[in-house]
């Protein structure tokens, strides 16, 4: 019942999204005290993307299937937030979560308490799929007998309340028209905190001062996509249930010291551009560009496919980015699990005579590249290769990673027999004369291979045998240059 509600209640925010009138600050909308917000900021001209179009293609599939019974009961909650993303994609939004408490049920076993979260979308002339939207979900999840919609309102603004009798007592969803704005919401009084904000009776994250530099600083009114997270005030709203474990995470995540931070996404032509601001408690302040053109080396931008239509490149020292990650995950697992895992995982090296920090982690370098070369065959609108720097001893590398995917064919192409109803489904592990190592279910990919400077990663075998070829070239006429 607790994921049903929780999963109910992300898609109902999310399906909510259209609605309203001529394009305002979204930020007027948002509560000064919000937890966590995600704006996106679509370019005008989003809605004549072919990515846009086909993502709208597969939710119009999506809501078909589900309307013919394709799909089953325990996907149709996916397929209705899928189906609804193109819709919220056309227009800037605002997801936002104003407030979240837990608490513990058993030792080291916690429950949602209460939760408050709003979906607010600026819109233009969405009114037939926002009621097509609208019926299909109150068909989907509530029924005569439990669910009621009334209407209501609040310092003269009429909206729709849906209170469902199986739900807990805080869990209602309300939306409606507020100016220019569809605002839907989750939870009890996270209407009114939001409709509080937009009549400016209540402090907006708009007007805080740390919020509009950190807005300015980092671009986000040009970018895409701008993530705030107030950090500390989330770790306060839990600390009944946040334990050592996740204290030992955020620690090792470089985040125990956090106040507040900002992110923002944006495309500076072809490049992917990323900025963060982060406010320690103590007022001091982080300010980096996580990724874009200007912080790539020559030689590693000029290296990146022409054909590619867009790109991100990050530089950070990947070694021990990957060792942070390792030991923050480590980290929100009990004891016990730390060191049956740290056992099961020197049994596997001893066996395959590898050493992962030894042979691949200490060998990294300080690039990592996604980019979009070759282009899906299927138009998914998403970059599908990934370049991941090695600046040590690419041989060294290469048997490592050999080593490591042997290990994985052997695990999953014949596992115990314990394990082998469970792996039955699972893709089967591949190897080709050229070394090439890659992942079979039916197709064939993701696949990946090392050659000199890189371990490149893409979503087929003849995919990343492109980009060898393309790295071939590029060292070839670098060295043949006068």
């Known amino acids: 019942m607790t994921v049903r509600w929780w999963t109910a209640g992300a898609s109902w925010v999310l399906a909510m999204a259209a609605l309203g009138g001529e394009p305002a600050r979204i930020e007027s909308c948002v509560p000064a005290d919000a937890m966590a917000v995600y704006f996106s900021r679509p370019a005008s001209d989003a809605a004549q993307t072919g990515g846009l179009a086909s993502v709208e293609a597969i939710g119009r599939w999506l809501l078909a299937l589900k309307t013919l019974g394709v799909i089953p009961q325990q996907g149709r909650v996916i397929a209705d937030i899928l189906g609804t993303l193109p819709l919220v994609a056309q227009r800037d939004f605002a997801l936002v979560l104003l407030d979240i408490t837990a608490r513990p049920i058993s030792p080291g076993v916690y429950r949602l308490k209460d939760m408050k979260s709003a979906l607010v979308v600026e819109s233009d002339g969405l009114a037939v799929e926002i009621d097509r939207r609208v019926r299909d979900l109150l068909a989907t999840y509530t029924d005569a007998t439990t669910g009621k919609v009334e209407r209501v309102s609040a310092g003269g603004q009429p909206y729709f309340r849906l209170v469902d009798a199986r739900l807990p007592e805080w869990a209602v ?120 053109r200007d912080i790539a080396a020559p030689e590693v931008l000029a290296a990146v496919p022409e054909k590619a239509s867009s790109f991100a490149a990050f530089r950070f020292d990947l070694g021990k980015a990957v060792r942070d990650g390792r030991a923050a995950y480590l980290q929100t697992q009990s004891p016990e699990r730390r060191q049956r895992f740290a056992r099961i995982w020197a ?135 006068p």
């Open 173 to 292: 969803a309300e939306w409606g028209n507020v100016d220019r704005f569809f605002v839907a919401a989750f939870g009890k009084g996270a209407f009114e905190s939001v409709l509080a904000a937009m009549k400016s009776q209540a402090p907006q994250l708009g007007g805080d001062a740390w919020y509009v530099r950190a807005h300015r600083l980092c671009s986000a009114r040009s970018s895409g996509i701008e993530v705030y997270v107030a950090v500390a005030r989330i770790e306060k709203r839990l600390e009944n249930v946040i334990n050592q474990t996740a204290q030992s995470a955020l620690k090792a995540m470089q985040l125990e010291r956090a106040d507040r931070a900002l992110m923002s996404v944006g495309f500076d032509g072809r490049a992917l551009h990323s900025e963060c601001l982060l406010l320690e408690r103590d007022g001091r302040e982080h300010h980096q560009v996580l990724t874009g």
């Open 347 to 481: 049994l596997v090296e001893e066996e395959f005579q590898f050493d992962v920090d030894a042979g691949l982690i200490d060998q990294l370098g300080d690039h990592l590249i996604v980019h979009s070369f070759p282009p899906h065959p299927l138009g998914i609108p998403v970059p599908g290769t990934i370049w991941i720097q090695i600046k040590g001893d690419r041989a060294r590398v290469g048997k490592t990673v050999d080593a490591m995917m042997a290990a994985w064919r052997h695990y999953v192409d014949e596992p115990p027999e314990k394990l082998q109803d469970y792996l039955r489904l699972s893709p089967r592990v591949r190897q080709d004369a050229d070394g090439l190592w890659y992942l079979q279910l039916g197709l064939l990919g993701p696949a990946l291979a090392v050659t000199d400077g890189w371990i490149v990663i893409s979503y087929s075998p003849e995919a990343v045998r492109q980009n060898l070829a393309h790295l071939k070239d590029r060292v070839l006429s670098t060295r043949s240059a």
